[in-house]
């Protein structure tokens, strides 16, 4: 196409790309897996995972996005032929976008919901079990969860209806920037509260007795989900490039981005929960019910709470417009449709086929597919089926059909310092590909 949209900047491109990785799995669930498998020992296998296996993966799906220059689904078209089964590789990533954002959309609406609390003092004075009892009152309250869940799906809208430059990009050069400072300011609050140094000592200490198989395989789930592989937003963000943009480069640069705030998150959050006495491994809950009961114990914990509330959003809007954009453009270019129209259409139908997870807490909580709500369905179908197929398929792609020579000389056009050099043939060929195959039978299990 044309008129096809382009970055205006490398700078805003890289923001947009950590953007769409930096999310709620840097700022909500890296923390809890972290509280949960071991602090020291699982940060450490997980950053180097991200290196040995995020890194290749996130390569190969923005180069393919590069060399296509079009939406994952016609993308594959292009290199393949319509019908081929490596289309599905396409289909995968866009059709895992639109399951996320399903759940991932009510998510910020529940995020947007405690930063109202928060700096209404709606959370101020509760007793621990006070916490619980806010967060399943909120999140059962179907009505209201839908409505904070349709502003976050307007303000989505608006960003992403601007278009690429005037909207997503300049969107994420100001929310980027904006939540790194955050974190660094909430993450010395929290290493300067007395006693915060246990913390800080549990979390950096890597204690080796206690990585094991479960550490392994969640790190390597976590990773998987954190960087965003197999869900189109590397490939249509790669497809908006020059063919001589520095792929090899930047993808370090956004991976780097993305580990580092998910490692200033557990900075913020783990000092401050050994200050203050409460448990590191309350799993999922941490973000609603643990820290909400720490900022109510911090000195001028309101205005810190909601500046914590308020990155959590910033980050999770940013993922959203990253999944949201190869739904947006795989209408657009299939369909031959305006971009507004395509993304509100778009936000239309992910509201309504993702309300059963809305309601899943709600009146609908007794409703099980396979054992589990609607919310955790969808996130299941995403996470442990849909994105480890898509990813499978893009290891395979580039093993069988691509190769690794071919996929070196492509992904090397442009590049300057750094490269995809021949000791990543093994990664692409061995560790990657058995690693996905992994994940998918344990995601499956």
């Known amino acids: 196409m044309d008129n096809r949209e382009s970055w205006g900047s490398r700078f805003g491109f890289i923001m947009a790309a950590a953007g769409f990785s930096i999310g709620l799995g840097n700022m909500w669930r890296f923390p809890y897996l972290t509280g949960q498998y071991g602090g020291g020992a699982f940060l450490f296998v997980y950053v180097i995972i991200c290196l040995l296996i995020g890194i290749p993966l996130f390569n190969m799906e923005m ?30 990533g866009v059709l895992s976008a639109f399951v996320i954002l399903t759940y991932y959309m009510q998510i910020m609406g529940w995020i947007l919901g405690y930063l109202v609390k928060m700096l209404t003092g709606g959370l101020s004075g509760l007793t621990t079990e006070g916490y619980t009892e806010v967060y399943n009152a909120f999140t059962s309250n179907t009505p209201l969860v839908a409505f904070a869940t349709i502003l976050c799906i307007i303000i989505v809208g608006i960003i992403s209806s601007k278009g690429l430059e005037n909207g997503i990009e300049k969107a994420c050069k100001i929310l980027m920037p904006t939540l790194f400072i955050m974190l660094i ?16 000592k549990w979390y950096l ?26 869900s189109g937003g590397a490939f249509i963000y790669g497809s908006y490039l020059s063919k001589d943009s520095d792929i090899p480069t930047d993808s370090v640069i ?3 981005f993305d580990t580092l705030a998910a490692f200033i998150a ?18 999922p809950s941490l973000l609603f019910i643990t820290m909400s009961n720490l900022f109510n114990q911090m000195p001028a914990g309101g205005f810190f709470g909601a500046m914590f509330f308020l990155l959590i959003f910033f980050a999770a809007l940013s993922s959203a417009l990253g999944y949201l954009e190869p739904i947006v453009m795989t209408f657009t270019e299939l369909k031959k449709m305006d971009r507004k129209k395509a993304v509100w259409i778009s936000l239309a139908i992910i509201f309504i086929v993702g309300f059963p997870t809305i309601m899943a807490y709600g009146s609908w909580s007794d409703i099980l597919i396979g054992g589990r709500n609607f919310f955790d369905f969808a996130d ?3 996470g442990n089926i849909m994105m480890p197929l898509g990813a499978l398929l893009t290891a395979f792609y580039t093993l069988l059909v691509w190769k690794f020579d071919k996929f070196q000389e492509e992904t090397n056009v442009g590049a300057e310092k750094l490269k995809v050099y021949n000791w990543w043939a093994p990664l692409v060929k061995f560790v990657v590909p058995v690693a996905l195959v992994i994940i998918f039978i344990t995601g499956l299990m």
Not at 65 to 92: A, D, E, H, Y
Not at 205 to 230: E, M, P, R
Request: aromatic residues 10%.
């Open 185 to 200: 300011i909430l993450a010395i609050r929290s290493l300067t509260l007395p006693g915060a140094i246990e913390g800080l």
């Open 205 to 230: 200490k890597v204690d080796f007795s206690k990585i094991n198989g479960n550490v392994l395989l969640t790190a390597l789930g976590q990773a998987f989900f954190s960087i965003g592989i197999a």
């Open 63 to 92: 180069s393919l996005g590069r060399k296509t220059q079009l939406n994952p689904v016609q993308g594959m078209r292009k290199l393949t032929k319509k019908g081929s089964p490596w289309v599905l590789l396409g289909w995968f």
């Open 266 to 283: 557990g900075l913020v959050m783990f000092p401050a929960i050994f200050a203050l006495g409460l448990s590191p491994d309350s799993g």
């Open 254 to 256: 956004i991976i780097f």
């Open 380 to 382: 299941y179908l995403s």
